[in-house]
């Protein structure tokens, strides 16, 4: 029996390098609490983003949370609904108002010709997502934002790594959050970081991620959020290797782009100007094609392969937010047609060339 191709697999340091790794912890019994690998895995994410702040989380979640309590938003926040549900209910769950903003038709990203509408006297920050490895406008974005006095906190969980004009995509906004789990193009198992302009966050940000500890008091009422050693020693493995992992991407999504282009009804994300991505994800978009997404997913899964309508559904459709997402329609046409093929740094051509002839067929 075949091995099935999943959407993405996670990319493994050899298991030797990570005993190698941990093996001091046997020694320190220092497991968690901001030991010595939380410490190196910071300083070494500080030199790879070239960002002068950055803490990390147990989760991308809890760290986008983290950021949001730091500023203290309150009111609105325009974001998108072209994203996972974490994002929405980071805002939800600090007390703020989702403001949906319909996506730009070409990257998919959050449209800045239609932010500006939506910003009143409510609004206390933008928090853009981008996707796919494909950054979104982050000048019109933050022309916009100063203009209003606003804070702009990126989701960049899709964006480890991605570069625009040689700038890593933590540099940009006020602050920008990281997903490590398991499935990203860089991951610690599961984890997260918060990356930020302002110095003074830090202190917030050790407090919202540590029960609100403060010497023998406690400031506030803040979650356990705290990476342990044993994944942060798996972050400094992964980070040794991140630019094979995402060589080895490019490929098969070059690989991917070259078997599909010109194919009726389909359509492919067109490289960025002046971006060096990081193929977090090789999404197609079904329009017109002779089959639907759900068709060819279905065709797909018969072989043993599992793509992801991603991201289905908006979560302005989702229940727990209550919006029937009318406000957004080009984001909810590419909800509907969207189909995120296999990718991960061990995917074989020939596997590659068998999921476009099936597509294709």
Sequence with gaps: MSVPINVTRSALPPKEEYFEEIASLWDSRWLTNMGEKHQTLERMLQGYFDAPNVTLFTNGHLALEGLLAAFGLTGEVVTTPFTFASTTHAITRCGCKPVFCDVDPETYTLDPTKLEALITPETSAILPVHVYGTLCDVEAIDAIAKKHGLKVLYDAAHAFGVKKDGVSAACFGDAAMFSFHATKVFHTVEGGCAVYRDPALREKLDLGKNFGVCGEDISEAAPNAKMSEFHAAMGICNLRRIEVYIEARRQAAERYRC????????????????????????????????????????????????????????????????????ETPVAKHVSERVLCLPLYPELAPEDVDRICEIITE
């Design 259 to 326: 078997n599909l282009a010109g194919v009726p009804g389909l359509k492919l994300l067109k490289p960025q100007r002046g971006v060096s991505s990081n193929y977090a994800y090789f999404p197609v978009v079904f329009d017109g094609a002779k089959y639907s997404r759900d068709e060819a997913a279905a065709r797909l899964a018969e072989q043993g392969i599992y793509a992801r309508k991603y991201f289905y559904p908006l979560t302005n459709h989702c229940t727990a937010y209550g919006f029937r997402g009318d």
